[in-house]
């Protein structure tokens, strides 16, 4: 099966272009791929360090002029990585970059020794490994190709590393933490992991001395006192990280922000836990002032944004459990300011709230929401801790430390894995069972072997539920066991050594992170089309079973036809109850829906060797790219037309009013899965004149159960004019699912779905 063609990302923030030339990124491609030959007889673990030399730090960028804090890079169509949004997974070699490259290159010489490293990463390139061995024709296929009723990938999304050990230790203390476990140890694997972490250790400090030469060309190259200056302040901050611990909060930034380009990690933890004390020492010894601290924050920012992660770059601030809320409060402001005034798409800027926290915090919040800049985005520690404590079955205080990565799912900081490696289109899933396991959209079979009765034969609700559960639950499985699939190819092939040296209990246990490392094994499975689901079952449950104005067969071939010659059909389906309008008929079957698909994937931990395995309810835009491949559906819906985003209604459906909205959304259990999304659209005009009942609309909402909020606010008639005028409205920011975007690098189908979202 040829998947080189199928989209591998959500790539909406365009990469910028790397530094170095084709010939020279071919030349160092060409390094790494006879290292990893050479070393293939080795362990695992010494490959991966061996190769990551060959990458660092070649592959730091050159420092900009703008620049107070350092630390860019390029990533290359073959490498290593983590995730596909930075790079690719394990040993990688992204396809589509190189077929890219070689319509840029236009030496045949070149091309040929592109074809040469392409033909070798054909059979060795982790992802496709995992696809090879676990891809179906008709029912699982690659993420994200929207055809299938389950998409699955392999990759380690989501890492969050312990940066507060980081930054407590510094390199000469995790060095000596490793030795302490590396000196009595007999095992010879642990050895060898052990030894390969502090090659780790030894790369850090060669990728700082790097920067540091940087900074001193800097400094003689430029002509200005003030740029001199700020070299100097770098110079003596990366100078001190090669023998120390951090002692200031642009030391702080240095270390954890050069570790994390090493280690391919996308998310950056809970920063004014690790960085809030280092600040409010600086202040209080008056080495900077306030505004200069915002200048810093605003520069590392700037390097997040420089990434272009898309769908990930989170920065977690707040939270009722910090030891220092006083210096984590400090941080808070001084960041939100700065996040106000780069109105960037990343770092997706996240503040932890709860009942009794800072005021000023959360008004200066409410704010910067204000401007139309998407962040920060809210989650209420006050539902969320409880939540992840029981779906995440660890205990209250471990729960405390909870963080959401990359759309919304949520994992344990530096203690667990949530990747979500498998992906279910429910609704997709759902037409299927009403069509006797044939897919309308392409007429192919996808019922996985389960037996389905054709629509005259269910005879009642119960009955139709029922079919469309058991095919759901055969999905469940298939995905569950192509995601615990996935981590055992992945542990045979690499150990996320950078990752695995700040994730407990790495280096105790003397395992990586997918070894039996990591403290909390998870994994999610990304939902998507629920409330369409959910919708569609409640059209039919009123108009087929209880009003009985069209039999079941009726409805099912209207669908097949997209409601050709079926319009009033199509019109009686829009008009059925529908779930975000605080209507119990509609709510109680996505209540229904919810708990089931919630505690089927749960089920699959035990069995599968997972400590928690949950659902997560969040959309980047595949909501949308998978409708396009999405037949008509039983809501009224049509043929090809996204499905809702997250847990919130499809675009639209609400129409009485955001009360009744989020009403309707907390009666969705928060602690039987691991994140969902809920996106809202404000008016500017009601931000700006009615901020106290704002206010009070979203302290009924925390207060009745919702855990997350993400709002975009955008003045009337604003989105419809920049989808017909896009030239005009360059940096309009919007919430697309689980991130921001520029409006106007939106697909227009994706710019739909966001437009016929309720604005209230």
Known sequence: MNNKNVAEIVEISKKIPCEKTIEEQIEVMEQYTETYQKYSGHSQAKRE???????????????????????????????????????????????????????????????????????????????????????????????????????????????????????????????AEIKGFLKNEPDKEKIDLYQCFLECLQLLRVSIRHHIN???????????????????????????????????????????????????????????????????????????????????????????????????????????????PQAGDLFCKLAIKAVMANRDIEPQFTLRIYEGMNQEVYDLALEAIATGCTYPILYNDDVNIPSVQKALRVDEETAKNYVPFGCGELVISGQSVGTPNACMNMLKILNISLNAGIDPWDNKDKSGGIRLRPAEELSSFEETYEQYTRLLEYYVIETAEAHRYSYELMNAQVKFLFTSLLVDDCIARGRAVLDGGARYLGGTNETYGNINASDSLTAIKYWVYDKKK?????????????????????????????????????????????????????????????????????????????GRSTSASADGRLSGVYMNNGNNPQGGADKNGPTAMLNSLVRLKTDIHAGSVQNMKFSRSLFDSKMDHIKALLQTYFKKGGGQ????????????????????????????????????????????????RTLN
């Not at 070649?58 to 890079?73: A, H, L």
């Not at 074809?115 to 061995?133: A, G, M, P, V």
């Not at 700037?302 to 990930?312: G, Y």
């Not at 940096?731 to 779905?753: H, I, K, M, P, T």
């Open 550 to 626: 069209y039999t079941l067969r009726q409805v099912v071939d209207a669908i097949y036809t997209n409601f050709e010659n079926a319009q009033e059909i199509r019109n009686d389906l829009i008009l059925a109850p529908k779930y975000g309008n605080d209507d119990p008929y509609a709510d109680e079957i996505a209540a229904r829906l919810h708990e089931f698909v919630c505690s089927k994937v749960s089920e699959q931990a035990d069995r599968l060797g997972f400590h928690s395995y949950n659902v997560v309810v969040i959309n980047n835009q595949v909501n949308t790219e998978w």
């Open 49 to 175: 360090i061996e190769c990551l030399k060959v990458l660092f730090p070649k592959m730091f960028r050159e420092i900009e002029d703008t620049d107070i804090i350092v630390g860019r890079s390029d990533v290359l169509p073959i490498g290593f990585g983590c995730v596909t949004s930075v790079g690719g997974v394990g040993h990688y070699c992204v396809f589509s970059k190189m077929e890219k490259m070689r319509q840029e290159a236009g030496d045949p010489i070149l091309i040929e020794r592109l074809n040469r490293l392409e033909k070798f990463w054909d059979t060795h390139d982790t992802r496709s490994l995992f696809f090879q061995e676990r891809l179906t024709e008709t029912a699982l296929g690659k993420f994200v190709d929207g055809k299938y009723p389950a998409i699955l990938t392999a990759r380690l999304s989501g890492m969050y590393l312990d940066y507060p050990k980081l930054i407590r230790l510094g390199i000469p203390g995790l060095e």
């Open 709 to 756: 909020i993400m709002i975009s606010v955008v003045s009337k008639g604003e989105l419809e004019d920049a989808y017909s005028n896009p030239e005009k409205y360059p940096n309009l920011l919007v919430r697309v699912g689980g991130f921001s975007a520029r409006f106007v690098n939106l697909d227009q189908d994706v710019q739909r779905e966001i437009i016929s």
């Open 214 to 324: 940087m900074c001193r060309e800097a400094k003689e190259e430029s002509g200005e006192l003030n740029r001199k200056k700020q070299m100097d302040v770098l110079l003596e901050a990366l100078e001190h990280l090669l023998v120390s611990k951090p002692e200031t909060m642009i030391e702080g930034i240095e270390l954890a922000w050069i570790y994390t380009m090493l280690s391919s990690v996308v998310n950056y933890g809970r920063m004014d836990v690790y960085l809030g004390e280092l600040l409010e020492r600086d202040l209080s010894s008056g080495r900077y002032t306030e505004e200069e601290a915002i200048e810093y924050l605003k520069s590392f920012f700037k390097l997040l944004e420089a990434r272009r992660t898309n769908v990930n770059g989170r920065a977690i601030v707040g939270g009722k459990d910090r030891t220092n």
